[in-house]
């Protein structure tokens, strides 16, 4: 497969690893992507907490949808680094870049060390946005029909 140099500068520093396609794969995880930002939706305003983590884990999912288009996993870099590429891939504004890597970091707080302080409205929102905006751009970048 040809993928972008990034990529295969990555590999080449083991912090991804070349794998075989699995065929559905990358429409499972736009699929999800999807899904989750449905749930989003269903949720009342003040379950800021679930509604921020459900549109992150919606995000992540479209950055595993694009890893599985060139054909690569994480290997000794972990999320952070695959958010990253992705994001820089998916051309995602100054302002949402470090709101996204923000991001990654307040799910892991939240989800490993502690709950507090709780997620604002805003930030739940902010997340949703970005997941809204991204996963069509998504779908347009992998050419998945949905």
């Known amino acids: 497969m040809q993928r972008p140099a990034e990529y295969q500068n990555l590999i080449k520093t083991n912090a991804f690893e070349e794998v075989l396609p699995t065929e559905g794969a990358i429409k499972g995880f736009l699929v999800n992507a999807k899904n989750y930002l449905e749930a989003c939706t269903l949720l009342p305003e003040d379950k800021t907490l679930q509604i921020f983590t459900m549109a992150y884990e919606g995000y992540f999912q479209i950055v595993q949808a694009i890893l599985e288009l ?3 996993r994480t290997k000794d870099a972990g999320r952070n680094l ?3 590429r992705v994001s820089s891939d998916l051309q995602l504004t100054p302002a949402e870049m470090p709101f996204v ?3 990654h970091e307040r ?4 989800a490993y060390r502690s709950p507090f302080p709780p997620v604002s409205i805003s930030d739940a929102q902010t997340m949703v946005s970005i997941l809204e905006k991204y996963l069509p751009i998504a779908i347009n970048l992998t050419q998945i029909k949905m």
């Open 70 to 72: 060139h054909e690569v």
């Open 82 to 84: 695959a958010i990253l």
């Open 101 to 103: 890597i923000r991001a």
């Open 107 to 110: 799910r892991n707080n939240t």
